[in-house]
């Protein structure tokens, strides 16, 4: 069982930066890819980027793709996502999320967070 909790949402201009930061309790946090998803109202949970148990691999949404990164801390069961040059179209509920495996499609993933929102201002 591994307990996700989210971090670092709020309110920011557009071209400003956020980082999310997702804290795990449980055991073998470091056998899990990680992933953020984000969702909005009356849309599907979409994929925004993942990293491998490992931290080797990353993968990224197009729309998102030079703009955010994902990483993790092993020692301290920690994931975040920067996010920098924020874009209104950004806001969004944001998920953390672990499995199996780093795929795009949150069918990959056993266990979530409760979510943090982000706001992007025009």
């Known amino acids: 069982q591994v307990r996700l909790v989210e971090s670092g949402g709020g309110l920011v201009q557009a071209g400003g930066s956020l980082r999310l930061s997702c804290a795990a309790s449980?055991?073998?946090?470091?056998?899990?890819?990680m992933a953020w998803f984000r969702q909005i109202p009356e849309k599907e949970r979409e994929f925004v980027a993942a990293?491998?148990?490992?931290?080797?691999?990353?993968y990224y949404a197009d729309y998102v793709k030079g703009r955010f990164t994902i990483s993790r801390d092993n020692a301290n069961d920690t994931v975040l996502l920067q996010m920098n040059n924020l874009k209104p179209e950004d806001t969004a509920i944001y998920y953390c999320?672990?499995?199996?495996?780093?795929?795009?499609?949150?069918?990959?993933?056993?266990?979530w967070g409760q979510g943090t929102q982000v706001t992007v201002s025009s």
């Open positions: 449980g055991r073998t946090f470091g056998s899990f890819a």
């Open positions: 999320a672990a499995g199996r495996v780093p795929g795009r499609d949150f069918r990959y993933y056993d266990y």
């Open positions: 990293v491998s148990w490992d931290g080797g691999s990353a």
